[in-house]
């Protein structure tokens, strides 16, 4: 069983970073898809950023610039770096994988979910 654990949320001032981690456990199989997805308080859950197998990076406009996705294979774990932080940026942040190739930022294309971990930016 496949189990992924979000770290790294907290609260913030507007302009300020956070570095999110997600960290696989138990059947140790190569996700090469991975991403992060968030949801604000009565709003649908949003791709953010992904990652594919080659490494290729695809980010939602609205945190491109701002967010950085990474993945340390040998550690098992995802990271999302989050800089110039916007009260928008408010939400609960998931993790996913897949065992498909290429990125994607819609939900329906992964198959574990990790349980989130908050983050809240404030004015």
């Known amino acids: 069983q496949v189990q992924l654990v979000e770290s790294g949320g907290g609260s913030v001032q507007a302009g300020g970073s956070l570095r999110l981690s997600c960290t696989r456990s138990g059947y140790t199989y190569s996700f090469s898809r991975m991403g992060w997805f968030r949801q604000g308080t009565g709003k649908e859950r949003e791709g953010v950023a992904t990652i594919a197998g080659d490494g290729s990076t695809s980010y939602a406009d609205s945190v491109k610039g701002r967010f950085t996705i990474s993945k340390d294979n040998a550690k098992n774990t995802l990271y999302l770096q989050l800089n110039s932080l916007k009260p928008e940026d408010t939400a609960m942040y998931y993790c996913?994988?897949?065992?498909?190739?290429?990125?994607?930022?819609?939900?329906?294309?992964?198959?574990?979910w990790g349980q989130g971990t908050q983050v809240t930016v404030s004015s």
């Open positions: 996913a994988a897949d065992s498909g190739f290429w990125g994607a930022l819609r939900s329906d294309a992964y198959s574990y």
